[in-house]
C-alpha cells in the first residue's frame, strides 16, 4: 500500500536559518549603552548627594558642639547684672573656631564661615542665640548653610559660678 504522507520536493527552498541579524545586535547594544550612562549617572548624583549630606552632618555637629562650649562657660558669659561679657562669648568662639581649623573641619578651600549671633542685651531667660555655619558644597559649587538656634539661660545665682 502506498504512503499517504506528501514527500518534499526537492525543489523547494530550505527555510531560512531563525536568529539575530547584526543589525538587531547593534540595535541592542545602542539601547544597552544609553541605560547604562543612565545607571552611571544616576551613581553620580547619588554619591554628590551623600557628599552633601555629610556635610551638611558635619556642620550640624559642629554647632552642637558650640553650643555645648556656651553651657560649659556659661559663667564667663554673664556678668553680674545678667549682662553678656563680650570677652567671654569671644573666647569661647574663637577657641571653637580656632579647634576646628586646626583639625580641618572648617576647610578655608571650601569656604566655611562660623557666625555666632548674640541676642539683645540684657537677655532674657527666653533669649535665642543663632549660629550660622556657611560652606561651598565640594560638588555642586553652590553657597550651603546651617542655622542652629538656641537658648541659653543665664546662671541661677551667685553660688553656681565660682568667682
Not at 92 to 121: C, E
Not at 137 to 148: A, L, S, T
Amino acid at each position: 500500500m502506498p504512503s499517504l504522507k506528501p514527500r518534499p520536493h526537492s525543489c523547494q527552498r530550505p527555510r531560512r536559518a531563525a536568529g539575530f541579524t547584526l543589525i538587531e545586535i547593534l540595535v541592542a547594544l545602542v539601547i544597552l549603552s544609553i541605560g547604562l550612562l543612565g545607571v552611571a549617572g544616576l551613581q553620580l548624583r547619588s554619591l554628590q548627594t551623600s557628599h552633601s549630606s555629610f556635610e551638611r552632618s558635619i556642620a550640624t555637629l559642629q554647632a552642637r558642639d558650640l553650643v555645648e562650649r556656651m553651657w560649659g562657660g556659661i559663667c564667663t558669659l554673664y556678668d553680674n547684672q545678667g549682662q553678656i561679657v563680650p570677652a567671654g562669648r569671644d573666647a569661647i568662639f574663637t577657641a571653637w573656631s580656632n579647634d576646628h581649623i586646626a583639625t580641618g573641619t572648617f576647610a578655608a578651600a571650601q569656604g566655611w564661615t562660623p557666625v555666632l549671633a548674640t541676642p539683645t542685651t540684657p537677655p532674657t531667660p527666653t533669649s535665642v542665640w543663632t549660629i550660622t555655619i556657611s560652606w561651598t558644597g565640594r560638588f555642586q559649587g553652590q553657597q550651603e548653610q546651617i542655622v542652629h538656634h538656641f537658648m541659653l539661660p543665664r546662671p541661677l545665682d551667685e553660688d553656681t559660678c565660682p568667682t
